[in-house]
Each structure stands twice: as C-alpha cells, then as structure tokens.
C-alpha cells in the first residue's frame, strides 16, 4: 500500500534567497564543493551514457546491474554533500532563528530522510 507524503511549507534558510518565481535558490554556495559535485555529476553523466551503450548492445544483464549500482553509489556521494552543506548552513541557520524556523527545518529534514533513505 502507498503512503501519501504530506507536502510541508519550506524552512526558513538562512543561506536561501526566494525567486520572484517562487523557486529557491542556494546563496553563499562554496565554489570549491560546487566544483566538485558538478565534476562528480559530469562522470555520472558518462557513466549513464556507457549504460545506454551497454543496453544497446545486449551486454550481459549481471555488468549492467554492476554498472548502475556505481551510478547509484555516485549519486549518493553527491546527496550526502549537499546534505552536510545543508545541515551545516541552512538548518543551523533556521535553528538558531527561531523556534517557528527550526520546527519547519526540522520537518525539512525528516522529510529528505525519509526520501533519501529509500
């Protein structure tokens, strides 16, 4: 059976600036982490491409498996940095605002948790 997951109001962050377009966007992003997941998302990138290729190519179902769980695992690398940098600026931030910021940054959190952890 399905759970339904209730859409909680967006934390108050202290490293957040709101767009016009109602999107949010990170603020204060250190240049050397953002470097390294976007070199990180780019081998990702390639690792997907050689995917497709090894499909196309009817490679042996096993490889393939092999193959998608590094993807997964890479992805994951990147998750958990972006979480640290999260906990680090934008939760510390809210939790230190207010008790009305950190009970919503609190329901932020368990709310990746709980997504990120399937």
Excluded: F, W
């Excluded at 090894?54 to 490679?59: C, G, Y």
């Amino acid at each position: 059976m399905a759970t339904a997951l209730r859409t909680l109001p967006a934390a108050s962050c202290g490293c957040g600036v709101q767009e016009e377009t109602g999107g949010r966007k990170a603020a204060g992003v250190d240049a050397d982490i953002k470097d390294r997941n976007l070199k990180r998302l780019r081998r990702i990138e390639g690792q997907v491409r050689g995917l497709q290729k090894m499909v196309e190519e009817d490679r042996y179902c096993a490889d393939v498996m092999t193959q998608i769980s590094s993807v997964q695992e890479a992805l994951r690398s990147v998750s958990r940095e972006l979480m640290r940098n999260h906990l680090k600026h934008c939760a510390a931030g809210a939790i230190q605002a207010g008790p009305r910021e950190a009970e919503a940054m609190y329901d932020e959190l368990v709310d990746l948790m709980y997504k990120h952890s399937r």
